[in-house]
């Protein structure tokens, strides 16, 4: 049966255990997904608190991070998701991503709205990639993939 977390402060303290761990252990997110045999990006949000693993996956990544059986239960109960505490970001990465938000947020709105109506695209049913490209014009760039289903809303 799959339980609800409520208390985000539980999954918080072990996302901190399970970064500790992983980096005493040297291992990287993908070997971490590797063995959960989930995605990178799932497994990683997962670790760090957004979603719950399947019972396989919680104990292989448990398993290699040398959490006890209690991180594996936690592991698989659904957390309480989303917001950062403190409201806007000051981690520099994390504000890049809240600037383009900023700054390009209603254009996606538009955008989604004008091609797809009304509705939202989900971050339930969702994937996402992190690719570094070559630039062209020297240096690196960041790919990033949001690929979520769309949800019309429906009226009622």
């Known amino acids: 049966m799959q339980h609800a977390q409520f208390d ?11 970064v500790d761990a992983k980096v005493r ?14 995605s990178v990006a799932f497994v990683t949000a997962a670790l760090l608190g957004q979603h719950a693993l399947p019972e396989a996956a919680a104990k292989a990544v448990a398993g290699l991070l040398d959490l006890d059986q209690d991180a594996v239960r936690l592991l ?9 505490p403190g409201g806007i970001p000051t981690d520099p990465t994390i504000y890049r991503f809240h600037e383009m938000l900023e700054v390009y ?14 509705g939202i695209i989900s971050a339930i049913n969702f994937k996402l990639d992190v690719r570094k490209i070559a630039d062209p014009e020297g240096g690196e760039r960041a790919v ?11 009226p009622f």
Request: hydrophobic share 40%; aromatic share 6%.
């Open 8 to 18: 985000p402060t539980a999954r918080q303290a072990l996302a901190v255990t399970a």
């Open 25 to 38: 252990k040297d291992l990287s997110w993908q070997q971490l997904a590797d063995a959960a045999g989930l």
């Open 76 to 84: 698989q109960t659904v957390p309480t998701r989303g917001s950062l």
């Open 105 to 118: 947020g209603t254009t996606l709105k538009a955008l989604v709205h004008e091609q797809f109506g009304d």
């Open 144 to 154: 990033i993939t949001l690929d979520g289903k769309y949800l019309p809303t429906r």
